[in-house]
């Protein structure tokens, strides 16, 4: 760190007599998106490109998240002392974070600052030669003056403006800077967090405003080239074998004694020719290795005029050639016919755009590893992995301390980038992507997965009440073929809210096993289990099971609120029009029942007989339930010993559904079969329509935050007045603190356009067929057509027969593609809430006993 003497907010005295400012880069769009996303993060790096003039220095370097650091997201904003069982839940988290190699990405601009005439470059000069000075007596080092870092900051703000805006930036702080500086030597060895507070964790190094950082507490680093403090042996030989040792070993002094990191260090050699886009953006690839790497861009701008000179002196070299090789018989190589034509294809373009510039560009990657073997695995990995591409990555022996200075600021572009430098233009060199954003899910919330895009993993938050908390629309809907792990996306849902929110939960079971019921025992809280069908009528139920709750909307709901579901319910499942005699007869009897303080569906059929003594239409329709009364199926309305369901004291309600028969696509496809459907069909629609009139009434009458779990969501959605209660629960479920999640096979089981468009959390599981593939891709707002995403969906998502066996199928088991609440996209594996027994209760695969046969004798 000899170069840098100084540090006073988001800028860099060195010791040459320059002054370098520093700003953090925060993009929006990814780059792992596709379509106008895609093009939009292009388009702002062009602009960010253009706006380049001089010297500048663009890093992106990993940051390792510490545990404690996601376990403090988790817990904001979160009552420990009042919610034990969400303190519970995240002690076991951390636990699981402690075993893993957390890594995010962050983006840095570094720019020297030019001086304005000729008392800026004196000041320089007389600071460098202090510098000098001080170095050669032994003396410390003086911090820049008052009156230099007003005019510092100046110019940093005139830069930070001419850079365009195209990007969000922002300067970094004190200790930022000092993470970057305190993290180079010490790589994947005891890093240091990137923390934005007033101390950097684990550097030694407390930065405050009173007074200004001392260098001189900085730990010193001895750089190791090619590793000769690994070498104890003697002879000739052993000086000769660090010619192929090219890495760098830094040593660094800690409290548990000397870090030792190895890094290597490549630059770009060659690119190819012909860019195109998207299919070059390299620097986006290269966190997909599976390891960490931090790299960096060295640049030089020109301007158009600037340009167009240089190139125009070039061409006529060029074209001189012809003559050279006019002798020749072989003619002109055909490299300087293509030399040719690449400089006027960039000198038509210079002169077709007046903005165009010209860039030298020089790109660095650095890998690293806690032994020398470790790091060279690694670097030659990263050389063959685009060797097809026709990039070329060298690692030069005797430059690697020049590199590893070059990726910090303050530090001039050494002769081992310039060598490797590619001339390009700002267009062109866009394509590279250097920026994209890695933020991926909620800023708080539960740790509801890895992330596993970018090769390496990353914590995935979600908050339920994010969106709706933040003026913007819910919803969390997950699609996939059968196994693909929907119903493991919604059990996680309903254990965030019951654990972190203290919510309640509305859960739809269409399952035989009654999957939903071991889950909502694993939670705390109240359950209760309403089984639609007596499970006495299943011969393969457990015999403790039992009908236990009634449904009856006249027995649940109370004054207003019971005539209108009753009446909602009661004409969905006798097929009523609404202009029809029998929904008037329907409505006059529910007025008269519910004026009473014994008011049931039985009471109802009552009221109906009495009144039909004068009213045909009411005689009809009580003639109707009472021979419906009479069916099993309908016990959990007319059964008077079944007390209700209790809304107010249920933490959480599953309701069991499977016997409950339900129409076909076929028999609603027109009105001629929908006509023949059977009651009991009807039955089970309308019930699906009762008890999302029941999620409604819980989760939007209370302070409490409310969920509604549609597992099969075609039940609900495929009746108009279901679906116009999902569309509530999303639309306005936020001005009453409740949300809807969904699950189903295709994104067309979710409702209309509006509905499916509103759900701000999408998921997308293992589609094999490539139809319900791309019908899902285009819901989750990625290109259908992209080959990425495609074969992400059919081939790569929880792979049913991957390379590793039985092991790894059920070790990348919840894989999903998602879309987070700020319209991001990635890649996650999905982790079930580490409470108590609940891991084990999502599961639902099902176990399948093979007899022995008894051979023949």
């Given at each position: 760190?000899?170069?840098?003497?100084?540090?006073?907010?988001?800028?860099?005295?060195?010791?040459?007599?320059?002054?370098?400012?520093?700003?953090?880069?925060?993009?929006?769009?990814?780059?792992?998106?596709?379509?106008?996303?895609?093009?939009?993060?292009?388009?702002?790096?062009?602009?960010?490109?253009?706006?380049?003039?001089?010297?500048?220095?663009?890093?992106?370097?990993?940051?390792?998240?510490?545990?404690?650091?996601?376990?403090?997201?988790?817990?904001?904003?979160?009552?420990?002392?009042?919610?034990?069982?969400?303190?519970?839940?995240?002690h076991n988290a951390w636990d699981q974070l402690d075993a893993l190699d957390l890594l995010g990405r962050t983006?840095?601009?570094?720019?020297?600052?030019?001086?304005?005439?000729?008392?800026?470059?004196?000041?320089?000069?007389?600071?460098?030669?202090?510098?000098?000075?001080?170095?050669?007596?032994?003396?410390?080092?003086?911090?820049?003056?008052?009156?230099?870092?007003?005019?510092?900051?100046?110019?940093?703000?005139?830069?930070?403006?001419?850079?365009?805006?195209?990007?969000?930036?922002?300067?970094?702080?004190?200790?930022?800077?000092?993470?970057?500086?305190?993290?180079?030597?010490?790589?994947?060895?005891?890093?240091?967090?990137?923390?934005?507070?007033?101390?950097?964790?684990?550097?030694?190094?407390?930065?405050?405003?009173?007074?200004?950082?001392?260098?001189?507490?900085?730990?010193?680093?001895v750089l190791d080239e090619g590793g000769r403090t690994d070498h104890n042996g003697r002879g000739l030989v052993?000086?000769?074998?660090?010619?192929?040792?090219?890495?760098?070993?830094?040593?660094?002094?800690?409290?548990?004694?000397?870090?030792?990191?190895?890094?290597?260090?490549?630059?770009?050699?060659?690119?190819?020719?012909?860019?195109?886009?998207?299919?070059?953006?390299?620097?986006?690839?290269?966190?997909?290795?599976?390891?960490?790497?931090?790299?960096?861009?060295?640049?030089?701008?020109?301007?158009?005029?600037?340009?167009?000179?240089?190139?125009?002196?070039?061409?006529?070299?060029?074209?001189?050639?012809?003559?050279?090789?006019?002798?020749?018989?072989?003619?002109?190589?055909?490299?300087?016919?293509?030399?040719?034509?690449?400089?006027?294809?960039?000198?038509?373009?210079?002169?077709?755009?007046?903005?165009?510039?010209?860039?030298?560009?020089?790109?660095?990657?650095?890998?690293?590893?806690?032994?020398?073997?470790?790091?060279?695995?690694?670097?030659?990995?990263?050389?063959?992995?685009?060797?097809?591409?026709?990039?070329?990555?060298?690692?030069?022996?005797?430059?690697?301390?020049?590199?590893?200075?070059?990726?910090?600021?303050?530090?001039?572009?050494?002769?081992?980038?310039?060598?490797?430098?590619?001339?390009?233009?700002?267009?062109?060199?866009?394509?590279?992507?250097?920026?994209?954003?890695?933020?991926?899910?909620?800023?708080?919330?539960?740790?509801?997965?890895?992330?596993?895009?970018?090769?390496?993993?990353?914590?995935?938050?979600?908050?339920?009440?994010?969106?709706?908390?933040?003026?913007?629309?819910?919803?969390?809907?997950?699609?996939?073929?059968?196994?693909?792990?929907?119903?493991?996306?919604?059990?996680?849902?309903?254990?965030?809210?019951?654990?972190?929110?203290?919510?309640?939960?509305?859960?739809?079971?269409?399952?035989?096993?009654?999957?939903?019921?071991?889950?909502?025992?694993?939670?705390?809280?109240?359950?209760?289990?309403?089984?639609?069908?007596?499970?006495?009528?299943?011969?393969?139920?457990?015999?403790?099971?039992?009908?236990?709750?009634?449904?009856?909307?006249?027995?649940?709901?109370?004054?207003?609120?019971?005539?209108?579901?009753?009446?909602?319910?009661?004409?969905?499942?006798?097929?009523?029009?609404?202009?029809?005699?029998?929904?008037?007869?329907?409505?006059?009897?529910?007025?008269?029942?519910?004026?009473?303080?014994?008011?049931?569906?039985?009471?109802?059929?009552?009221?109906?007989?009495?009144?039909?003594?004068?009213?045909?239409?009411?005689?009809?329709?009580?003639?109707?339930?009472?021979?419906?009364?009479?069916?099993?199926?309908?016990?959990?309305?007319?059964?008077?010993?079944?007390?209700?369901?209790?809304?107010?004291?249920?933490?959480?309600?599953?309701?069991?559904?499977?016997?409950?028969?339900?129409?076909?696509?076929?028999?609603?496809?027109?009105?001629?079969?929908?006509?023949?459907?059977?009651?009991?069909?009807?039955?089970?629609?309308?019930?699906?329509?009762?008890?999302?009139?029941?999620?409604?009434?819980?989760?939007?009458?209370?302070?409490?935050?409310?969920?509604?779990?549609?597992?099969?969501?075609?039940?609900?959605?495929?009746?108009?007045?279901?679906?116009?209660?999902?569309?509530?629960?999303?639309?306005?479920?936020?001005?009453?603190?409740?949300?809807?999640?969904?699950?189903?096979?295709?994104?067309?089981?979710?409702?209309?356009?509006?509905?499916?468009?509103?759900?701000?959390?999408?998921?997308?599981?293992?589609?094999?067929?490539?139809?319900?593939?791309?019908?899902?891709?285009?819901?989750?707002?990625?290109?259908?057509?992209?080959?990425?995403?495609?074969?992400?969906?059919?081939?790569?998502?929880?792979?049913?027969?991957?390379?590793?066996?039985?092991?790894?199928?059920?070790?990348?088991?919840?894989?999903?593609?998602?879309?987070?609440?700020?319209?991001?996209?990635?890649?996650?594996?999905?982790?079930?809430?580490?409470?108590?027994?609940?891991?084990?209760?999502?599961?639902?695969?099902?176990?399948?006993?093979?007899?022995?046969?008894?051979?023949?004798?």
């Amino acid at each position: 760190m000899e170069q840098i003497l100084d540090l006073s907010g988001n800028l860099v005295f060195c010791a040459d007599g320059s002054t370098w400012a520093v700003w953090r880069v925060l993009p929006g769009e990814s780059a792992r998106s596709s379509g106008r996303q895609l093009r939009t993060l292009y388009e702002r790096t062009v602009t960010f490109m253009k706006s380049l003039r001089g010297e500048a220095l663009i890093v992106s370097l990993c940051e390792q998240a510490q545990p404690h650091s996601i376990v403090r997201r988790c817990l904001a904003g979160i009552d420990v002392e009042t919610n034990p069982h969400w303190a519970e839940t995240v002690h076991n988290a951390w636990d699981q974070l402690d075993a893993l190699d957390l890594l995010g990405r962050t983006y840095w601009i570094a720019l020297p600052l030019t001086g304005h005439g000729w008392r800026d470059t004196a000041g320089g000069l007389l600071r460098a030669t202090g510098a000098a000075l001080a170095a050669s007596l032994g003396l410390p080092t003086r911090p820049a003056t008052t009156a230099a870092v007003t005019q510092a900051k100046e110019r940093a703000r005139v830069a930070g403006q001419e850079l365009g805006g195209a990007l969000p930036l922002r300067p970094v702080t004190e200790a930022e800077l000092l993470w970057w500086l305190g993290r180079a030597p010490v790589r994947g060895v005891n890093e240091p967090q990137l923390e934005t507070s007033e101390t950097v964790h684990n550097t030694r190094v407390s930065v405050s405003h009173q007074r200004r950082t001392a260098f001189a507490t900085f730990p010193a680093t001895v750089l190791d080239e090619g590793g000769r403090t690994d070498h104890n042996g003697r002879g000739l030989v052993a000086p000769l074998a660090t010619l192929n040792r090219r890495f760098l070993k830094c040593l660094t002094p800690s409290d548990d004694g000397v870090l030792a990191s190895y890094q290597a260090y490549l630059v770009l050699a060659e690119m190819p020719r012909a860019f195109t886009f998207p299919g070059h953006e390299i620097l986006a690839r290269l966190a997909d290795l599976g390891f960490g790497i931090d790299y960096a861009l060295r640049l030089t701008a020109k301007t158009n005029e600037e340009a167009r000179a240089a190139n125009r002196r070039r061409t006529r070299d060029l074209m001189g050639q012809d003559e050279e090789h006019a002798a020749d018989s072989a003619g002109v190589p055909a490299d300087v016919h293509s030399a040719q034509e690449e400089i006027q294809h960039k000198n038509a373009r210079l002169g077709a755009s007046s903005t165009e510039v010209d860039l030298e560009v020089g790109v660095i990657a650095c890998v690293w590893g806690q032994t020398a073997d470790e790091c060279d695995v690694a670097a030659k990995t990263l050389r063959q992995t685009f060797l097809g591409g026709e990039y070329r990555w060298e690692r030069p022996l005797g430059g690697q301390r020049q590199l590893y200075q070059a990726m910090l600021p303050g530090y001039r572009t050494p002769m081992v980038v310039r060598e490797c430098s590619q001339n390009l233009l700002a267009t062109d060199a866009a394509m590279l992507l250097p920026f994209s954003a890695t933020d991926f899910g909620d800023p708080t919330g539960a740790l509801f997965g890895l992330a596993l895009d970018g090769g390496a993993l990353a914590p995935f938050l979600l908050d339920p009440t994010y969106g709706p908390t933040h003026d913007s629309s819910g919803g969390i809907a997950v699609v996939g073929e059968l196994g693909a792990g929907k119903s493991v996306v919604l059990k996680n849902v309903a254990a965030i809210v019951r654990l972190m929110l203290d919510g309640r939960v509305i859960a739809i079971d269409r399952t035989r096993s009654r999957e939903w019921v071991p889950v909502a025992d694993a939670l705390p809280g109240n359950t209760q289990v309403v089984d639609i069908v007596d499970p006495a009528l299943d011969g393969e139920r457990v015999t403790s099971a039992e009908l236990r709750y009634s449904c009856d909307p006249l027995r649940v709901f109370r004054g207003k609120t019971s005539t209108g579901i009753a009446e909602i319910f009661f004409a969905a499942w006798l097929d009523l029009e609404s202009t029809s005699p029998e929904r008037d007869a329907l409505g006059r009897g529910l007025d008269t029942v519910t004026s009473t303080a014994e008011a049931s569906s039985n009471r109802l059929i009552d009221v109906l007989a009495v009144q039909g003594k004068q009213d045909v239409a009411a005689r009809a329709l009580a003639s109707r339930l009472d021979r419906l009364r009479r069916d099993p199926i309908t016990r959990t309305i007319f059964d008077p010993d079944l007390p209700p369901v209790d809304l107010h004291t249920a933490d959480f309600v599953a309701f069991c559904t499977h016997e409950v028969p339900l129409p076909t696509t076929l028999e609603m496809s027109s009105e001629r079969m929908a006509a023949r459907i059977p009651p009991r069909k009807l039955f089970g629609r309308a019930f699906h329509l009762l008890i999302a009139a029941i999620a409604k009434e819980v989760c939007f009458g209370t302070t409490r935050w409310g969920e509604f779990i549609c597992d099969e969501a075609y039940n609900v959605t495929g009746t108009p007045e279901g679906q116009q209660i999902a569309l509530e629960f999303v639309r306005d479920g936020r001005k009453h603190g409740a949300d809807a999640a969904f699950g189903s096979h295709a994104p067309q089981d979710l409702g209309d356009d509006v509905l499916r468009g509103l759900i701000a959390v999408r998921l997308v599981g293992r589609h094999r067929d490539d139809s319900l593939a791309r019908q899902s891709l285009a819901w989750l707002g990625v290109d259908p057509a992209d080959p990425r995403y495609h074969d992400a969906v059919t081939k790569d998502l929880s792979p049913l027969n991957p390379a590793g066996g039985e092991a790894e199928r059920k070790a990348r088991a919840g894989e999903f593609l998602v879309r987070d609440h700020f319209g991001r996209i990635g890649k996650i594996k999905v982790l079930p809430q580490p409470y108590r027994t609940f891991p084990k209760a999502v599961l639902t695969t099902p176990t399948v006993t093979r007899s022995a046969k008894t051979p023949h004798s």
